[in-house]
Nanobody, 122 residues
């Protein structure tokens, strides 16, 4: 059974940084394509960053240059380092994984974590 467990969310001031972690269990992380999504109240779940391998990463334009996705296959963990945070980054952040070809759409991912709240007050 595949499980994803996120941690690291919280309250941070404008311009601050936060690091999220997602531990993936059930299969070796190297077999997964992984991503981070976020969902603000009343809005759709949006793609944030994706990692198909430690060196193959891609980002939403809104976070490019501020967020960094990384993965440690030995620890079965995916990370999202978030810098220069703004109130527009406030959302529940979800980790997602897939063993099939996947990209920027939530429907392309098979496994999801429970989400972790990130709040950046204005």
């Amino acid at each position: 059974q595949v499980q994803l467990v996120e941690s690291g969310g919280g309250l941070v001031e404008v311009g601050g940084s936060l690091s999220l972690s997602c531990v993936v269990s059930g299969r070796t992380l190297s077999t997964y394509r992984t991503a981070w999504f976020r969902q603000a109240p009343g809005k759709e779940r949006d793609f944030v960053a994706g990692s198909w391998s430690p060196i193959d990463t891609f980002y939403a334009d809104s976070v490019k240059g501020r967020f960094t996705i990384s993965r440690d296959n030995a620890k079965n963990t995916v990370y999202l380092q978030m810098n220069s945070l703004t109130p527009e980054d406030t959302a529940v952040y979800y980790c997602a994984a897939s063993v099939r070809r996947s990209g920027r759409k939530p429907s392309e991912y098979d496994y999801w974590g429970q989400g972790t709240q990130v709040t950046v007050p204005s």
